[in-house]
Nanobody
Framework: VQLQASGGGLVQAGGSLRLSCAAS????????MGWFRQAPGKEREFVAA????????SYADSVKGRFTISRDNTKNTAYLQMNSLEPEDTAVYCC??????????????????WGQGTLVTVSS
C-alpha cells in the first residue's frame, strides 16, 4: 500500500489548510486511516483517525473542534481539514493506514502503512 500525503504549506495563524492522503495498491475501504504529526525536537503524536466506514472518528484534545478528518472511499483518499491553525500546529503531518482495527486507534505502532510527510508551517 502506498500513501501519498499532500496539501501542506505556510499559513498565518487563524488560517486553514486541507491535507489529503491518497492511497493506492491496497484495499482502502478496509483500513482505518490516521493522521499523525511531528514537530521539530518532539515525538510523533496522534492527531486524528477515522474508521473504514467513516462513522467513528477520534481526535487529539489539542485539535478537537478545529480539525476534521474525513474520507472518500470512492476516491481512496482521506482528508484532514485544519481550521483556526495555531503556531503550535507547525509540524510534519503524516497519514497512516491501520489494516486491523474496526474502530480507531491512536498509537503509531498500531498502523501498518505510512506515507511521507507534508510540512505545515503556521506563522504568528
Amino acid at each position: 500500500v502506498q500513501l501519498q500525503a499532500s496539501g501542506g504549506g505556510l499559513v498565518q495563524a487563524g488560517g486553514s489548510l486541507r491535507l489529503s492522503c491518497a492511497a493506492s495498491g491496497g484495499t482502502f475501504l478496509s483500513y482505518t486511516m490516521g493522521w499523525f504529526r511531528q514537530a521539530p525536537g518532539k515525538e510523533r503524536e496522534f492527531v486524528a483517525a477515522i474508521s473504514w466506514s467513516g462513522i467513528i472518528t477520534s481526535y487529539a484534545d489539542s485539535v478537537k473542534g478545529r480539525f476534521t478528518i474525513s474520507r472518500d472511499n470512492t476516491k481512496n483518499t482521506a482528508y484532514l481539514q485544519m481550521n483556526s491553525l495555531e503556531p503550535e500546529d507547525t509540524a510534519v503531518y503524516c497519514c497512516a493506514a491501520d489494516r486491523t482495527s474496526r474502530g480507531t486507534r491512536r498509537r503509531p505502532y498500531d498502523y501498518d502503512y505510512w506515507g511521507q510527510g507534508t510540512l505545515v508551517t503556521v506563522s504568528s
